[in-house]
């Protein structure tokens, strides 16, 4: 077996000490610069510029189509629910059922239901979800209602059948006309009127008689409409009225 020489055998240990001594200085290195640590993000606040304000008005307006569209989808639905005996079965409590919850009425039959009232209940959170988009996007306008308003109103709630009861346009009329003070109250007078006023303007309009709806003329009369017997944009607006001197009667 060769031999290394003592010079040799003395040269090698010493490169070795180095190597060792240099990987330790590049983990000492590492350490101190606070390696296998989390850094933290910087969050810094932008501020917002007029086009980002259009923007945020534009993906409210999405939203609020998006919404109407399922309105839309959650309508025909309802409507083949209400219309199928095989589906709707009735309920094991029937008259002593305590259940008031929306989609247990539309599921269930009961003796004693009023069946355009449980239609109305059944359209109370999508007229909910409708008015309140449609806050979010007049307060964003400067209290109006912007373009894409009308359009998306156009789009899902227009109708030409005023005999059709089961529409969603005609129940979100019906909800506002027995919550009309709760939403007055909510929002404001002239959102409401805009709103109603902006619905004529786009087509969304219609008289649907109301003359087999005891329900719905109760709460026209409540509100001192100038005609009870149909439900419309119109009527409603006398929500907002304000009482004049000619409606107290003269001493």
Request: one cysteine or more; a positive charge; glycine letters at 4%.
């Amino acid at each position: 077996m060769l031999k290394r020489s003592y010079y040799t055998r003395r040269k090698r240990a010493r490169s070795n000490k180095k190597g060792k001594r240099k990987s330790q200085k590049l983990k000492n290195n590492r350490k101190r610069k606070g390696a296998g640590k989390t850094p933290t993000p910087s969050t810094r606040k932008v501020r917002a510029t007029p086009y980002q304000t259009r923007r945020s008005v534009k993906r409210s307006n999405e939203t609020l189509l998006d919404l109407l569209a399922r309105c839309s989808q959650y309508s025909e639905k309802v409507r083949e629910r209400m219309e199928n005996p095989n589906v709707r079965r009735l309920c094991k409590f029937d008259k002593s059922c305590y259940r008031e919850n929306p989609k247990h009425r539309v599921s269930f039959q009961h003796s004693n239901e009023n069946v355009g009232q449980v239609e109305i209940d059944a359209y109370r959170e999508c007229t909910d979800k409708f008015l309140e988009k449609s806050w979010e996007l007049y307060k964003k306008n400067g209290d109006q209602l912007p373009n894409e308003w009308y359009v998306s109103i156009a789009t899902h709630l227009k109708t030409w059948d005023y005999n059709d009861q089961r529409h969603l346009y005609f129940n979100i009329l019906a909800n506002i006309c027995q919550h009309g003070e709760m939403y007055v109250n909510k929002y404001s007078k002239r959102f409401i009127e805009n709103l109603l006023v902006g619905m004529e303007e786009s087509a969304v309009t219609g008289m649907f008689d109301i003359t087999s709806r005891p329900e719905l003329m109760e709460c026209l009369a409540r509100m001192n409409s100038p005609d009870d017997r149909y439900l419309s944009n119109t009527a409603l607006l006398a929500l907002v009225k304000e009482s004049s001197n000619e409606d107290v009667p003269q001493t």
